[in-house]
């Protein structure tokens, strides 16, 4: 039985088939030609037509698709929005360039390569205030590195002269006549002001040249003239420029992370075994590595705290994160496992099996050791201030970037990534996130949505959006507060940093 509406096509086959078979005239042949191909070019339509609207379908949930996955990249990797904020350094109006002086200033600086770079910038501006000549600084050669660098290894030392030569002047060594003249020898007061510096000019009477014994920190955060504060960020930011060694090899390695992928990741992972020592944490460490540790901080003369607890260190927040969980935090705030991450660190304390709770989560882990070539880093050989400059190059210019412990270099990086235009900077909040730690570690939360809510919720606001510099926290008065202040150096907003 044939359903209503519908030919069995042996029918219709048929049919055409007697229709041909018959003496048809020209016109009939003709009239039925047309007629044929108007169908064929009625069905040809409607089936286009059907094609189309699948292909539109199908390119709307593509672009839908596209379009998601922008909002999650953006979310990512897009820095926070600067509101029409840049970069000012230039001097105001009443600035006067400086004239030279007869007086010098010598330095010693200590610490690593960033906690001198930032002694370094103070001294700049120390010089100026009390009208020195600045003799080219003697770098630390005695620090837990034993660097034996010297100023022109790291930094591109006619550069820093002559960028500063409106400021200050400054010359590679003490004139001859005055190697063997009396010096005042000064460990400046941490934190000063200017009337501090202004009441040691009176030395110029009694001495032609100053040795300062200390670099780090000799300068306050705050309550300084708008030009000394900006002459500290033309020190810092333009003036001491590395080597061209450096800042070529660091270029490169930046180049290559770049061909590698889209975008990465520059974690300063702090899991280093002095700085375990120095802050006393042990969590997640044998006993044997953790007695280590003790015995290296009972006999490192310098450090003032021996005994610490480690439990209390942690859940205060004070301690580095771990690998593990900075693979954690990563993947709670949504990267990707095939996210490129390169680790801004020395060698990591326990090596690649510590190592390896990191690594499971996000394979594509790097290290200036696997960038550049052996050829590359045999120049930098037991320096370790100039691979970390590398290491700084590479940070300042990721696409994010992440420190596990708030050290002097990652201040440093946070404060040359907000002065070129807040570039993401995602700070952990480590007191916050022990709590969630230990109840993944108890059970008690699970990894996957519930957790990843809870880690952004949390970094919503850490991520190097604009905000002025903070003060010290409520509670603290005195000289101590100076102490606690946000340093200058890891926020110059506002006086280095300006509305259009």
């Not at 509406?5 to 007697?18: D, Q, W």
């Not at 802050?279 to 901080?297: I, Q």
């Amino acid at each position: 039985m044939v359903k209503a509406g519908r030919i069995p096509s042996n029918f219709r086959n048929l049919t055409a088939v007697k229709f041909l078979s018959q003496k048809s005239s020209p016109f009939t042949l003709a009239l039925y030609t047309i007629l044929l191909f108007g169908l064929t070019i009625f069905i040809f339509l409607l089936y286009s037509k059907d094609f189309d609207e699948q292909k539109t379908l199908l390119s709307n949930d593509a672009h839908n698709h596209l379009q998601s996955q922008m909002i999650v990249d953006n979310q990512l990797w897009d820095a926070p929005f600067s509101n029409g904020l840049h970069q000012c350094v230039k001097p105001t109006a009443e600035y006067k360039v400086a004239q030279g002086s007869n007086y010098y200033m010598t330095i010693k600086s200590n610490g690593g390569l960033n906690q001198m770079r930032t002694g370094i910038a103070d001294m700049v501006a120390v010089a100026r205030i009390m009208n020195a000549t600045l003799v080219i600084p003697q770098l630390d050669k005695h620090s837990f590195w034993k660097d034996s660098s010297m100023f022109s290894d790291i930094f591109d030392e006619l550069h820093f002269i002559e960028s500063l030569q409106q400021d200050v002047k400054i010359v590679k060594e003490l004139p001859k006549e005055l190697e063997n003249a009396p010096r005042a020898r000064k460990h400046f007061t941490s934190w000063s002001g200017m009337s501090y510096y202004e009441d040691l000019s009176q030395l110029w009477k009694e001495y032609q040249v100053i040795h300062v014994a200390k670099s780090d920190s000799r300068l306050a955060n705050n309550n300084l003239p708008l030009d000394i504060q900006r002459l500290r960020c033309r020190a810092l930011y333009h003036a001491l420029r590395f080597s061209p060694l450096i800042e070529n090899l660091g270029k490169r390695l930046v180049e290559r992370l770049r061909s590698l992928g889209r975008w990465y990741i520059a974690v300063h992972l702090r899991y280093e075994k002095d700085m375990l020592a120095f802050t006393g944490c042990t969590y997640g460490l044998s006993s044997a590595e953790s007695e280590e540790l003790r015995l290296m901080r009972e006999n490192t003369n310098h450090w003032k705290i021996k005994k610490i607890n480690s439990s209390v260190q942690r859940n205060a927040g004070l301690c580095p994160l771990t690998p593990k969980e900075v693979g954690i935090f990563l993947q709670a705030l949504g990267y990707p496992p095939s996210t490129l991450i390169y680790i801004a660190a020395g060698e990591i304390y326990g090596g690649s099996s510590r190592l390896s709770d990191l690594t499971s989560r996000f394979p594509n882990v790097v290290f200036k050791e696997t960038v550049a070539t052996q050829e590359e880093l045999k120049a930098f050989s037991n320096h370790a201030s100039q691979t970390a400059a590398l290491d700084y190059i590479v940070s300042v210019e990721s696409n994010a970037f992440i420190p596990s412990y708030p050290g002097n270099m990652a201040r440093a990086v946070e404060g040359h990534r907000r002065f070129l235009g807040h570039r993401k900077t995602i700070t952990p909040d480590r007191e916050g996130l022990i709590g969630v730690f230990d109840k993944l570690e108890m059970g008690q939360l699970q990894e996957g949505s519930s957790l990843s809510d809870i880690v952004k919720k949390m970094h919503k606001n850490r991520q190097g959006a604009p905000r002025k510099r903070g003060g010290p926290p409520p509670g603290i008065k005195g000289r101590m507060r100076l102490r606690y202040e946000e340093s200058f150096y890891e926020n110059p907003f506002p006086e280095c940093i300006c509305k259009s």
